[in-house]
């Protein structure tokens, strides 16, 4: 029972995030963006959440409701990946982006898809007085999901053969990628 894609709040009691998560059925959802790595949770986790909706968010014009994370269920081997990059766009970010998802992997714009809000207004629906410019910065920060640092490297060596005023600045494994549980 796929249906589609729902925000769930991962650590609801502690420092909660509101992470993307791909519904594969009422009760269970797999993470299908790349959460902050204090929240060592990891692209590809399956979660068992609530059913009782916790607030609201919008993904192309229509109110999804938020679930809370009861239980993390299975970790995936996915590390976490902060890439720094200078000389690039946000729209050429989601080139990136739809790059890794052609490989089974993920990349975020951490400097424009992350919003801090307080707990009333995670809880309920964003208004605008958490509505903030976008930074506008040279440098991006990406959050990155790969099962190696080899891995990474290869999708951003192909990545920047296009685009001559790209530079990596960084990168670092801020969550370590986990052993395969495939025999």
Known sequence: MESGLTPIRINPHEEAEVVWCRRIDPARAIINCV??????????????H??????FRKLD????PVFDELQ???????????????????????????LAGERDLAA????SNLRMVCKACSEGRLGAK?????????YRRIGF?????IQAREILRRWLAARPLAK???????????PSTDK
């Open 35 to 48: 959460p902050l790595p204090q929240s060592e949770h990891r692209f590809g986790d399956l979660l068992l």
């Open 50 to 55: 609530d059913g009782a909706p916790n607030g």
């Open 61 to 64: 014009g229509k109110e999804l």
């Open 72 to 98: 993390l269920l299975a970790a995936s081997e996915y590390g976490t990946f902060e890439i720094i990059v200078s000389g690039v766009s946000p729209e050429e970010i989601e080139s990136l982006a739809e």
């Open 108 to 111: 975020e714009d951490w400097s």
């Open 130 to 138: 958490h509505t903030h410019d976008i930074d506008q910065t040279d």
């Open 145 to 149: 999901a790969a099962l190696s640092e």
């Open 168 to 178: 990596i600045e960084e990168i670092d494994c801020l969550l370590e990628p986990l």
